[in-house]
């Protein structure tokens, strides 16, 4: 096979623009608008059918507040704000790791689904585990500072 053949089978093989369109996509959002609305469908379906996300919706806020009370500098309150924050983009994920497993292997027991969810559950503890000691180092002292002024 000459070299010009090769390249010409090669860029036969190239995406096309079309392909680039996320042709398997049953919908696509069109606009900023759209986007934003899947997106917080996203959010209401996870906060609706997880608990644990509902339970770190509501320790964020009890940290965040906390910091906000105990008058912590800003840079501080931006470390909770963040990790707590973490922790919901993890759940999040973490949601929509089990539901592709679950649509690919429906019932069945497989290993490797059980290697996705165990691993994706996993990522939300270590997330959770660190937002605990960041919290714990950034409140605790001045909260006990209140107590001993
Ligand atoms: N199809 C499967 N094959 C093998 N093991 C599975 C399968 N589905 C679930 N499991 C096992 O059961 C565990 C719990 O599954 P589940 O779908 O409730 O995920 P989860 O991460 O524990 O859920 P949640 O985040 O809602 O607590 C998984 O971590 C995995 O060990």
Same mark, same amino acid.
Not at 14 to 19: F, I, K, N, Q, S
Not at 28 to 31: E, L, P, Q, Y
Not at 125 to 131: D, E, G, Q, R
């Given at each position: 096979?000459?070299?010009k !053949?090769i390249i !010409?089978?090669?860029s ?8 680039? &369109?996320?042709?398997l996509?049953?919908k696509? =959002?069109?606009?900023l608008f759209?986007s934003f &609305? *899947?997106a917080?469908a996203g959010?209401?379906y /996870?906060?609706? /059918? ?5 339970i770190h919706t509501?320790?964020?806020?009890v =940290?965040?507040s906390?910091?906000l009370?105990?008058q912590l500098?800003p #840079?501080e309150? $931006?470390v909770?704000?963040l990790? !707590?924050g ?6 999040l994920?973490?949601? $929509?790791?089990e %539901?592709?497993v679950?649509?690919?292997?429906e019932?069945t *027991?497989?290993?490797? $689904?059980?290697? =996705?969810?165990?691993?994706?559950? =996993? +990522?939300v ?6 937002? #605990?000691?960041?919290a +714990?180092f950034?409140i605790i002292?001045?909260f006990? %500072?209140?107590?001993?002024a």
């Open positions: 096979m000459s070299n !053949s !010409s089978s090669q036969s093989t190239e995406p096309e623009p079309a392909r680039l &369109k996320r042709e996509s049953f696509v =959002a069109h606009n759209v &609305k *899947y917080w959010l209401s /996870t906060f609706q /059918t997880q608990r644990n996300f509902r509501v320790i964020g806020s =940290a965040l906390m910091g009370s105990l500098e #840079v309150l $931006a909770i704000a990790t !707590s973490l922790v919901l983009v993890m759940e994920l973490n949601t $929509a790791l %539901a592709v679950d649509l690919t292997v019932r *027991y497989h290993e490797l $689904a059980k290697i =996705a969810k165990d691993c994706a559950a =996993a +990522a503890l270590v997330s959770a585990m660190a937002a #605990v000691v960041i +714990a950034l002292p001045p006990l %500072a209140l107590f001993q």
